[in-house]
Protein backbone atom coordinates (compact mmCIF):
# COMPACT_ATOMS: atom_id res chain seq x y z
CA UNK A 1 0.00 0.00 0.00
CA UNK A 2 1.26 3.45 -0.76
CA UNK A 3 -0.36 6.61 0.51
CA UNK A 4 0.30 10.06 -1.19
CA UNK A 5 -0.22 12.58 0.76
CA UNK A 6 -0.79 16.33 -0.33
CA UNK A 7 -2.00 19.72 -0.12
CA UNK A 8 -0.17 21.42 2.78
CA UNK A 9 0.80 24.96 2.82
CA UNK A 10 1.15 28.25 4.96
CA UNK A 11 -1.75 30.26 5.46
CA UNK A 12 -3.13 32.11 8.00
CA UNK A 13 -4.87 32.48 11.13
CA UNK A 14 -8.55 31.85 9.45
CA UNK A 15 -8.19 30.52 6.45
CA UNK A 16 -8.88 26.98 5.02
CA UNK A 17 -7.06 24.00 3.63
CA UNK A 18 -8.18 20.54 2.14
CA UNK A 19 -6.01 17.57 2.25
CA UNK A 20 -5.82 14.76 0.00
CA UNK A 21 -4.32 11.34 0.13
CA UNK A 22 -4.16 9.04 -2.37
CA UNK A 23 -4.04 4.88 -1.92
CA UNK A 24 -2.75 2.91 -4.18
CA UNK A 25 -1.68 -0.80 -4.04
CA UNK A 26 -4.43 -2.52 -2.57
CA UNK A 27 -8.38 -1.96 -2.87
CA UNK A 28 -9.22 1.26 -1.23
CA UNK A 29 -12.37 0.13 -0.19
CA UNK A 30 -11.06 -2.13 2.28
CA UNK A 31 -9.41 0.00 4.12
CA UNK A 32 -10.70 2.39 6.89
CA UNK A 33 -8.20 5.67 6.60
CA UNK A 34 -7.67 8.95 9.01
CA UNK A 35 -5.01 11.67 9.59
CA UNK A 36 -3.08 12.15 11.90
CA UNK A 37 -0.78 15.06 12.82
CA UNK A 38 2.89 16.14 14.60
CA UNK A 39 3.83 19.15 15.67
CA UNK A 40 7.75 19.65 16.55
CA UNK A 41 8.78 17.97 19.60
CA UNK A 42 5.19 16.44 20.32
CA UNK A 43 3.94 13.33 19.78
CA UNK A 44 1.98 12.21 16.70
CA UNK A 45 -1.89 12.87 17.37
CA UNK A 46 -4.88 11.63 15.92
CA UNK A 47 -6.91 13.84 13.87
CA UNK A 48 -10.06 12.42 11.92
CA UNK A 49 -11.04 9.13 10.67
CA UNK A 50 -13.68 7.31 8.28
CA UNK A 51 -14.90 4.15 7.71
CA UNK A 52 -14.68 1.88 4.94
CA UNK A 53 -17.49 3.15 3.45
CA UNK A 54 -17.48 6.89 4.65
CA UNK A 55 -20.84 6.77 6.54
CA UNK A 56 -19.12 6.87 9.70
CA UNK A 57 -16.81 9.67 10.62
CA UNK A 58 -14.43 10.07 13.90
CA UNK A 59 -12.85 13.75 15.12
CA UNK A 60 -10.39 14.85 17.87
CA UNK A 61 -12.58 17.28 20.37
CA UNK A 62 -9.45 19.90 19.08
CA UNK A 63 -10.26 20.03 15.67
CA UNK A 64 -14.12 18.72 15.84
CA UNK A 65 -16.73 21.63 13.84
CA UNK A 66 -13.66 22.67 12.02
CA UNK A 67 -12.50 19.97 9.96
CA UNK A 68 -14.61 17.51 7.82
CA UNK A 69 -12.92 14.02 6.74
CA UNK A 70 -14.43 12.60 3.81
CA UNK A 71 -13.17 9.44 1.22
CA UNK A 72 -14.21 9.02 -2.50
CA UNK A 73 -13.83 5.48 -3.49
CA UNK A 74 -14.16 6.04 -6.84
CA UNK A 75 -10.63 8.12 -6.95
CA UNK A 76 -9.14 6.12 -3.94
CA UNK A 77 -8.92 9.16 -1.99
CA UNK A 78 -9.52 10.78 1.48
CA UNK A 79 -9.92 14.33 1.93
CA UNK A 80 -9.26 16.49 5.18
CA UNK A 81 -11.09 19.70 4.57
CA UNK A 82 -10.02 22.19 7.54
CA UNK A 83 -11.85 25.46 8.40
CA UNK A 84 -10.84 28.34 10.68
CA UNK A 85 -7.52 27.02 11.03
CA UNK A 86 -5.40 28.42 14.20
CA UNK A 87 -1.58 28.42 14.34
CA UNK A 88 -1.52 25.13 17.23
CA UNK A 89 -2.95 23.42 14.07
CA UNK A 90 0.52 23.90 12.15
CA UNK A 91 2.09 20.28 12.29
CA UNK A 92 2.98 17.60 9.50
CA UNK A 93 0.08 15.81 8.80
CA UNK A 94 -0.14 12.24 7.64
CA UNK A 95 -2.61 9.90 6.34
CA UNK A 96 -3.38 6.39 7.57
CA UNK A 97 -4.71 3.02 6.50
CA UNK A 98 -5.99 0.23 8.15
CA UNK A 99 -7.90 -2.98 7.42
CA UNK A 100 -9.30 -4.13 10.37
CA UNK A 101 -10.12 -1.30 12.53
CA UNK A 102 -11.03 2.47 11.85
CA UNK A 103 -7.54 4.31 12.60
CA UNK A 104 -7.78 6.60 15.44
CA UNK A 105 -4.85 5.69 17.46
CA UNK A 106 -1.32 5.60 15.63
CA UNK A 107 -0.61 2.37 17.28
CA UNK A 108 -1.17 -0.92 15.42
CA UNK A 109 -1.99 1.26 12.47
CA UNK A 110 -1.66 -0.33 8.96
CA UNK A 111 0.21 1.98 6.88
CA UNK A 112 1.05 5.72 6.72
CA UNK A 113 1.91 8.06 4.10
CA UNK A 114 4.87 10.63 3.94
CA UNK A 115 3.49 13.99 5.59
CA UNK A 116 2.56 17.57 4.37
CA UNK A 117 3.22 20.21 6.53
CA UNK A 118 0.76 22.65 7.31
CA UNK A 119 1.42 25.92 8.81
CA UNK A 120 -0.78 28.43 9.74
CA UNK A 121 0.70 32.25 11.37
CA UNK A 122 -0.88 34.67 13.58
Known amino acids: VQLQASGGGLVQAGDSLRLSCTFS????????MGWFRQAPGKEREFVAA????????YYADSVKGRVTISRDNAKNTVYLQMSDLKPEDTAAYYC????????????????WGQGTQVTVSS
Open 96 to 111: AADATRVPTLQRGTDY
Open 25 to 32: GRTFRSYA
Open 50 to 57: VDWSGHST
